[in-house]
Structure formats: structure tokens, C-alpha cells
């Protein structure tokens, strides 16, 4: 069974920061470009970023550049999603999904082209 594994997400007060992991369970991340997405209840799905299977290559959501950090360590066949400075509106289920094919610049135009998705981490920013 092949899946990917969200963690991390949490109450975080504004301004605060978190730290969401994306693990996969039945294979490994080595070939994958991994894009992280988030949703917000009665909002459509949307792209935050993407990072090559290599980590050569990254991309964010124009309003989120500056606050939001992606990485990968292959090692520990993880990827992450650093975010800093949250804001309430940030507040979504954030989900990882898996392609060996996407194109980073680009990541967001087609949902239906990733491989595997994560079942979502709850991110809520509140005081």
C-alpha cells in the first residue's frame, strides 16, 4: 500500500510557526517531485509549493514567498514545509501529494496528475 503521511500541523497563535513533515509509507520519495497543497473549509484546493525530485528546484504561491520554506532530506526520505509569520488565513488542512513527472514553476495547474496524496494535517492559526 502506497501512501503518504502528513504531520505536524497544530494550534499555533499568530505570527508563530510550524513545521509539517511529509512521509511516504511503502516506497521512497528518491524520484518524486512533492508539492504541498492546502484547503480551507468552502475554499477550493490550492498550491503552496513544490520542490524537485532532487531539490534542485522550488516554488511557491506568490503570497506565501518569503514566509514559507520547502526542503527535502532523501536520507530520511522526508520532505518539510517550514512556515513562518502564520497568519489566520492560513488556517487549512494541508496536504503532500507525490508525482515523478511534475513540473515545479507549474505544480498547482493540475491536481489530477499527482500519484499519491496524504490524508492532510489540520493547521489552525488562532489566538
Known amino acids: 500500500q502506497l501512501q503518504l503521511v502528513e504531520s505536524g500541523g497544530g494550534l499555533v497563535q499568530p505570527g508563530g510557526s510550524l513545521r509539517l513533515s511529509c512521509a511516504p509509507s511503502?516506497?521512497?520519495?528518491?524520484?518524486?517531485?512533492i508539492a504541498w497543497f492546502r484547503q480551507a473549509p468552502g475554499k477550493e484546493r490550492e498550491g503552496v509549493s513544490c520542490?524537485?525530485?532532487?531539490?534542485?528546484?522550488?516554488s511557491y504561491a506568490v503570497s506565501l514567498k518569503g514566509r514559507f520554506t520547502i526542503s527535502r532530506d532523501n536520507a530520511k526520505n522526508t520532505v518539510y514545509l517550514q512556515m513562518n509569520s502564520l497568519k489566520p488565513e492560513d488556517t487549512a488542512v494541508y496536504y503532500c501529494?507525490?508525482?515523478?513527472?511534475?513540473?515545479?514553476?507549474?505544480?498547482?495547474?493540475?491536481?489530477?496528475?499527482?500519484?499519491?496524496w496524504g490524508q492532510g494535517t489540520q493547521v489552525t492559526v488562532s489566538s
Open positions: 520542490i524537485s525530485s532532487g531539490g534542485g528546484d522550488t
Open positions: 501529494a507525490a508525482d515523478t513527472h511534475v513540473y515545479c514553476p507549474t505544480f498547482a495547474k493540475d491536481l489530477t496528475e499527482y500519484d499519491y
Open positions: 511503502g516506497f521512497t520519495l528518491d524520484y518524486y517531485a
